[in-house]
């Protein structure tokens, strides 16, 4: 099986809490906070590496990962951290966020997929700076292939995924015949979410994602990464959403601590008065 | 062609209350563009639906049912949703995992810009911005749309639900305009619902949030506590992996927004991820058995404890003060 696995960088998302907006509200300003890769991709990555090996091998890749970016050079460190993790290949599509929307995203991973033929994209359901949600879907729509969203279970059977995906009111399965295009939940990395035809289903995978060790570090250094033009990929590259401004959220006022149970529920009662 | 189209939800054929937050973005935007509003009911039991539609103010209610629709498929809807959209200068559905997956898709078929989980539609002139929350909540985006439809995700909590205000919409039907071709290649298997009695945690006046530490006793200790207060049940990321609770009761930047009169969070540290998705709740309750805990610092108030103790003193406090 050929995977291919869109990664994004992000500002780390744990200090999110840390980002500045000028007062002329023309940016967010990130600057400070260490890149990271965007966890939903991070788990896309490692079930993609999932689907393409025996889990009691993990070395032995059965098929390929290709790993790809838009972003300025310095994304290249993502790239390489996801090739030491275990992805075979990787391309970096020049490009600045401020000069992306979702919509252009998509229109030229679907270039890029013409190209490379993958069976699967799969990919996170949200990048978490942006928070959009939206890219793998209309990656989908504009290949005519199936989807499934928010996945937390694959299962590979010949030629489709058997895809559990967690929605309002429970978890809904579909089976996509293959190519399809599937976005990843956080349970994706739970140890018995995703099985190829390959690993027994007896077999457990640490909970998470997998390190890289140091020689696959070493040995990540040498695998193929392509640069490509943004343009070669998307003719028209004008975005169909555009951010005129930004804004920081309004700060809740200080709250108080109070000694026990009884004071709660007066405070609750008198004060607040939601009960 | 200045009109707004709502993409209903529905759900066993009953209209969900989700489309009631889209309804409420529409009547505002429609008023902005100089337009009127429609709603699009489309799915099994469509018909059924529509009637709980009336009364909202829509100029029509369009009514799409066929027996392929029995289980939703974006592959199956996104071809209808769009070629009704044709006619509209902005379609709004809500950002619930019906709206996020399929409107990206019918926006991807239109040729149209696609802006999520908007908490304001802003009037600037006669043209329509969108404010929408993006690092976990920590910054405002402020954007606009610039093909000719418009295609949007509201967040449910943003907007409050449109009240019936009398009047009768017409109601037309409209032929389902068949699957597209992916449909061919997905098929749906089944649905495995958690059924709960208690209100949706997107809608309740109060919510009872469990986390890591209430471990195997999270029903045990929380029911008694949700049970009193009438209250919807969530979970943070850690509690919904652990399978103390159902993915589906997470709250959190990618999982539930919620803005309830009252919110508590027990035994639950408080991330960056878990407070995107209830900061905006009116008050804030935390007990946590450390005061460094970060979830204080949202909090109205906080009370340091242990949890396994305080809950159980929690319920019969508040069974006391509601006489
Ligand atoms: C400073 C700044 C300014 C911006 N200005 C604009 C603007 O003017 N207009 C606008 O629409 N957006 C703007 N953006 C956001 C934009 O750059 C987004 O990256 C882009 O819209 C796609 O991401 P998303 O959040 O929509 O992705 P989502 O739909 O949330 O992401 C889903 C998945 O798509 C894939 N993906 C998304 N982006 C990439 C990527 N760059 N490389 C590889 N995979 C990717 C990932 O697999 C991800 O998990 C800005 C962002 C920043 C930080
Ligand atoms: C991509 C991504 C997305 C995420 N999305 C979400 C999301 O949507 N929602 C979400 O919630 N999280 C999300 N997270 C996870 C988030 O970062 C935290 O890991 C998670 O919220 C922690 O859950 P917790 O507070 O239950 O657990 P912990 O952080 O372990 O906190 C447990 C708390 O319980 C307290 N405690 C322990 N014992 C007791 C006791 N006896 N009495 C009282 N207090 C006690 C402890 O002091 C501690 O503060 C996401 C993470 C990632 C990477």
């Known amino acids: ?275 | 062609m200045a009109d707004v189209l709502v993409v209903a939800e529905v759900a066993e054929g009953k209209l969900k209350k989700t489309t009631h937050s889209a309804v409420t973005f529409a009547q505002k935007a429609a008023a902005t563009i100089g337009g009127s509003f429609s709603i699009l009911v489309i799915g099994d039991g469509a018909g059924k639906a529509a009637a709980e539609a009336q009364g909202l103010g829509a100029a029509k209610l369009l009514v799409v049912e066929d027996a392929s629709l029995k289980n939703y498929l974006a592959e199956r809807y996104a071809p209808t949703v769009a070629a009704v959209a044709k006619g509209y200068a902005v379609v709004v559905g809500t950002a619930s995992a019906y709206g996020k997956d399929l409107l990206p898709r019918v926006a991807a078929r239109l040729g149209a810009g696609y802006a999520s989980d908007i908490t304001e539609v802003l009037a600037d002139g006669g043209t329509l911005k969108y404010k929408r929350p993006m690092f976990a909540g920590n910054a405002f985006g402020i954007c606009s749309i610039s093909t000719p439809i418009q295609v949007v995700s509201v967040r449910q909590s943003a907007f409050a639900a449109a009240e019936p205000t009398g009047g009768q919409s017409a109601v037309e039907t409209v032929a389902y305009a068949g699957p597209s071709k992916a449909a061919e290649r997905v098929e749906f298997v089944s649905f495995d619902q958690v059924k709960s009695a208690r209100p949706e945690l997107t809608e309740a006046r109060v919510v009872v949030s469990g986390g890591r530490a209430l471990k195997e006793k999270f029903n045990q200790v929380l029911d008694p506590l949700a049970d009193v207060l009438g209250a919807a049940v969530g979970a943070s990321r850690a509690a919904c992996d652990a399978g103390y609770a159902p993915s589906d009761l997470q709250v959190g930047q990618t999982g539930k927004i919620v803005a309830p009169q009252l919110y508590f969070a027990i035994g639950i540290s408080g991330a960056i991820q878990h407070l995107a998705g209830m900061k905006g709740s009116k008050v804030i309750v935390a007990i946590n058995k450390d005061a460094d805990a970060p979830i204080f610092q949202v909090a109205d108030y906080g009370l340091v404890a242990d949890l396994f103790a305080t809950v159980p003193e929690l319920v019969k406090g508040i069974q006391a003060a509601k006489g």
């Open chain 1, 1 to 275: 099986m050929k995977i291919l696995v869109p990664l994004k960088r992000v500002a780390d998302p744990d200090n999110a809490n840390k980002v500045k907006i000028p007062a002329s509200g023309e940016k967010i300003d990130t600057a400070g906070l260490e890149w990271k890769p965007n966890p939903f991709d991070e788990y896309a990555l490692e079930a993609a590496l999932r689907l393409t090996e025996n889990g009691t091998q993990p070395k032995v890749r059965a098929g390929e990962v290709v790993v790809v970016t838009f972003g300025p050079k310095e994304t290249e460190t993502t790239l390489r951290a996801a090739l030491a993790t275990g992805a075979d290949r990787a391309i970096r599509v020049d490009a600045t966020d401020d000069k992306l929307d979702g919509d252009l995203v998509a229109r030229a991973l679907r270039a890029l997929v013409e190209k490379e033929k993958p069976d699967v994209v799969l990919m996170g359901k949200q990048a978490v700076d942006g928070d959009s949600n939206q890219v793998g879907q209309i990656l989908a729509e504009l290949l005519d292939w199936p989807m499934a969203t928010f996945a937390a279970t694959i299962r590979e059977e010949a030629g489709a995924l058997l895809v559990g995906r967690e929605v309002d009111g429970g978890v809904s399965t579909l089976r996509v015949k293959l190519p399809a295009v599937v976005t990843v939940d956080l349970r994706i990395v739970a140890p018995t979410s995703v099985y190829s035809l390959k690993t027994p289903q007896t077999h457990k995978y640490n909970d998470g994602v997998r390190f890289a060790a140091l020689p696959a570090i070493m040995a990540a250094k040498k695998k193929p990464l392509a640069e490509v033009k943004l343009a070669d990929l998307a003719s028209d590259q004008a975005t169909k959403v555009s951010y005129h401004g930004f804004a920081a959220p309004p700060a809740r006022k200080a709250g108080i601590k109070v000694k026990d149970v009884g004071e709660l529920v007066s405070k609750l009662k008198n004060e607040a008065k939601v009960l």
